[in-house]
Each structure stands twice: as structure tokens, then as C-alpha cells.
């Protein structure tokens, strides 16, 4: 088990050369959720303040669960979520505002039909200036290799295309974190890798659920939720060998 902010990955520099900010504390204090009378989380409590946090665990274990309270989409039935203080469910528009969330689907998350009207529409919704906002998504498109999908229709992407637009979709709101829920579930090797490398290269931080465990090489900190409860807490490679050894 580690303590969290002891990490030793060093810390990306941002696209402007200067480190980027603190990464967001996350605090989970006894948190329990049902879903029709039934646990799918017990008791969790948890301190994340590290910039890569893998969630591992079996299918139904609850890591879609714990992934949904860290930006207010599910809410505990019992203890609190807070991030950098602020609790999901009493700040969930500020919440929002500093904690990203990719789906596992991008058809889930891509509401407009343009690329670029998708992305500026999040960006209205936050009360960016209107003279911004082309800019702010050009740079997004840019800094995942996509800028020439803007004016694309997003119903017609491919699905690793969608999964880079659905993230780009995101990262342009600026977030402090994002989480991703199995993000690369749809993708083919090479847009699996283009994801990888992407996540690899944000300045922010980022919480991942995946069952795909070789993307959790690098990453500080591994979560292994099972039957609703953090199982074990480790590095990756520990984290994956206990994984490995009693949940398979
Ligand atoms: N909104 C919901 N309503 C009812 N049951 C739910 C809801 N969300 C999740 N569940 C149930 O809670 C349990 C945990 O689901 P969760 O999606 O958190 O698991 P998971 O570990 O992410 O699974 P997987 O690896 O299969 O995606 C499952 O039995 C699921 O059916």
C-alpha cells in the first residue's frame, strides 16, 4: 500500500514550458452506493492526488461506480466525495468544471452532428467568450492530431476517430482531471496506442478504469476494486500481480 502524493513519475512540463498546476485532490470518506437495495460500493475511502491512477478490478466489481463519483454523475448514498474540497453533490457545476469525464462510448458523449460544433458547445455552456472559442478548439483538435476533422460530421467517424474527438471534447474545457472508463474497449491497436500516448502526454491528471492492464505501465498508482471495496492500493506492477493472482 502507498500513501498518496508520493509519486515519483516525474511530472510533465506543459505545452507552454511551465509545470503545470498541482494535480486536484480527490477525497472519498466512507462511501457506500446501492443500486435497487443492492451494494455495488462499500465503505470506500480514498485520498487521490496522484497524476496517474489506474482502476482495475472484474467485471461488475464496482470501478465504473467509483470512476461516475469523482464528477457528481452518480452520487454516495452514505459519506461524501470532495474534490479540492468541494463536494459532487452540493458543487457539482464547479465539480464538473475541474473533473473531466471520457465514456467508455463516444456516441455517448458526442451530441452534435460537426466536430466542431460538439466541442464549442461545452465551451458556450461554461461561459467562455464567444471570440475564444474558435481558438480554444482549433488547439484542442491540434494537440491530438485531428485538426482535420473539425468540420467532419461526428456520426461518421471511425470509432477510434470518435474516442479522440470525445477526449479532445473534453480537454478543451480545460478539466484539472480527467477520468476515462475503459477508453480504449472500441479501439483498434493503433488508436488503443494513439490513446495511450495521448493520456501519456496530458498535462493533467487523469483516473482510469480499463481492463486492458498494460496501459497502466508508467502510471503511479493502481486501484484493484473488488466486490465493491479497494482490495488493494499498490504500484502497478504489484497492484496487477495481486490482480492477477486472486481475481482471476
Ligand atoms: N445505474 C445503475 N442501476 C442499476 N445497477 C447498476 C447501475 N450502475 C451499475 N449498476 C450495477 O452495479 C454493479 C457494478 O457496476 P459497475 O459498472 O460499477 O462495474 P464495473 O466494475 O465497471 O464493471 P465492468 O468491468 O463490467 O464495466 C453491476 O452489477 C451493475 O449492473
Not at 460530421?153 to 472508463?181: I, N, T
Request: hydrophobic content about 45%; some cysteine; charged content about 25%.
Amino acid at each position: 500500500m502507498r500513501a498518496a502524493g508520493d509519486s515519483t513519475t516525474p511530472v510533465p512540463e506543459s505545452a507552454a514550458g511551465s509545470p503545470p498546476a498541482p494535480a486536484p485532490v480527490i477525497e472519498l470518506d466512507g462511501v457506500s452506493v446501492s443500486f435497487d437495495g443492492r451494494p455495488v460500493l462499500r465503505e470506500v475511502s480514498l485520498r487521490l492526488a496522484e497524476r496517474r491512477i489506474g482502476v482495475i478490478g472484474q467485471n461488475g466489481s464496482g470501478k465504473s461506480t467509483l470512476a461516475r463519483l469523482l464528477n457528481g454523475l452518480v452520487l454516495p448514498d452514505e459519506g461524501s466525495v470532495r474534490v479540492d474540497g468541494l463536494d459532487t453533490g452540493k458543487d457539482a457545476r464547479r465539480v464538473r468544471a475541474r473533473v473531466g469525464f471520457v465514456f467508455q462510448n463516444p456516441d455517448n458523449q458526442i451530441v452534435f452532428p460537426i466536430v466542431s460544433e460538439d466541442m464549442a458547445f461545452g465551451l458556450k455552456n461554461l461561459g467562455v467568450p464567444k471570440r475564444e472559442i474558435p481558438g480554444r478548439v482549433t488547439a484542442a483538435l491540434g494537440e491530438f492530431g485531428i485538426g482535420h476533422l473539425a468540420e467532419r460530421q461526428a456520426h461518421l467517424l471511425s470509432g477510434g476517430e470518435k474516442q479522440l474527438v470525445a477526449l479532445a471534447a473534453v480537454m478543451v474545457m480545460r478539466p484539472s482531471v480527467v477520468v476515462f472508463d475503459e477508453p480504449t474497449t472500441l479501439l483498434d491497436l493503433r488508436n488503443r496506442n494513439l490513446i495511450r500516448d495521448a493520456v501519456a502526454r496530458m498535462e493533467q491528471s487523469a483516473v482510469m478504469v480499463t481492463h486492458d492492464l498494460d496501459l497502466l505501465a508508467g502510471f503511479d498508482r493502481v486501484l484493484v476494486v473488488h466486490e465493491g471495496r479497494i482490495a488493494y492500493d499498490a504500484d502497478p506492477a504489484s497492484a496487477v500481480g495481486w490482480y492477477r493472482e486472486h481475481c482471476s
